[in-house]
């Protein structure tokens, strides 16, 4: 959510259920809209929720994927953290996990240099050019951790992270969510996805997750039943995480986004009742 100008309590650094993840094991295509979508089993339908970019669904939503990359669902504590999970995108930070090896943390970086020239990131920027696409740390260590985290005391650069997830993050999910009429819970399904897997043309990526998922089922705006669509996104979406052995625990899906399916809790209400990895959550 967009920075009210007060800087985010800082807390120590623990390890994350991402670390312990690596250790054990980034145009969408719009779909013709063709009919309303499908009723849910408690009688609501995606045209009556709200949907997952209204602030209030916004913020379960920060909240759901800090629990699972996080372990806490303190999202915002999570602007300063940084480290590399030995997943060969080389260093993973901040409230998305912008990586160093896949462009979205040289995109985030070159921002905020744009709207504050000479900040304590800058300097990394050509570093960061050159690991693009690799694990290296070349040119990083051994000062950019420490520096990231000096940063994200800044204002500026907490809101250039808010600013960099939904533009190439949170926005296209939502987009893509809203054109195959897919309540709350599904644009929260695609928002996950995209944010695990990215957008790119590898087998693995939110674009061919939906396409495979469009082998079995269709979608409400193709007149799909929404809870067999997103029961058969879901399937796609574990068969994508099992290719990685970094991603190979799908309680995310398991324990999480399954739960709130088979509960016919399409709008993604309070209260909510999760694990992710084992851990047990709550909102509401």
Request: net charge neutral.
């Amino acid at each position: 959510m967009p920075s009210d100008g007060t800087p985010e309590p800082v807390r120590p650094l623990t390890p994350t259920r991402r670390t312990l993840l690596a250790l054990v094991g980034a145009s969408l295509a719009a779909a013709p809209l063709l009919r309303p979508a499908t009723a849910s089993a408690s009688g609501t339908s995606a045209a009556a929720c709200a949907p997952l970019d209204d602030p209030a669904k916004k913020e379960i939503a920060m909240k759901l994927v800090s629990s699972a990359e996080n372990s806490s669902l303190d999202w915002k504590a999570q602007y300063r953290y940084i480290e590399d999970i030995g997943d060969g995108r080389g260093y993973t930070a901040g409230i998305i996990g912008f990586c160093s090896g896949t462009g979205d943390m040289l995109d985030l970086v070159q921002l905020y240099a744009d709207r504050k020239p000479g900040n304590v990131l800058a300097k990394y920027l050509p570093a960061l050019r050159r690991v693009n696409g690799s694990d290296s740390h070349s040119g990083l260590d051994p000062d950019f951790p420490r520096d990231w985290r000096t940063a994200a005391q800044d204002t500026v650069f907490q809101q250039a992270q808010n600013d960099e997830r939904d533009r190439v993050y949170f926005n296209p999910a939502v987009q893509q969510g809203k054109t195959d009429r897919v309540g709350t819970l599904g644009q929260f399904a695609y928002y996950d996805a995209i944010v695990m897997h990215g957008d790119g043309d590898d087998p693995t990526s939110f674009r061919n997750i939906r396409a495979r998922a469009l082998r079995s089922a269709k979608p409400p705006a193709q007149g799909g039943a929404e809870a067999t669509w997103l029961n058969a996104f879901l399937d796609a979406r574990v068969w994508a995480m099992r290719q990685e052995e970094a991603h190979s625990d799908t309680s995310r899906v398991d324990t999480a986004q399954r739960v709130f399916l088979r509960d016919g809790n399409l709008c993604l209400d309070t209260p909510l009742a999760w694990k992710v990895y084992g851990d047990s959550f709550r909102i509401g």
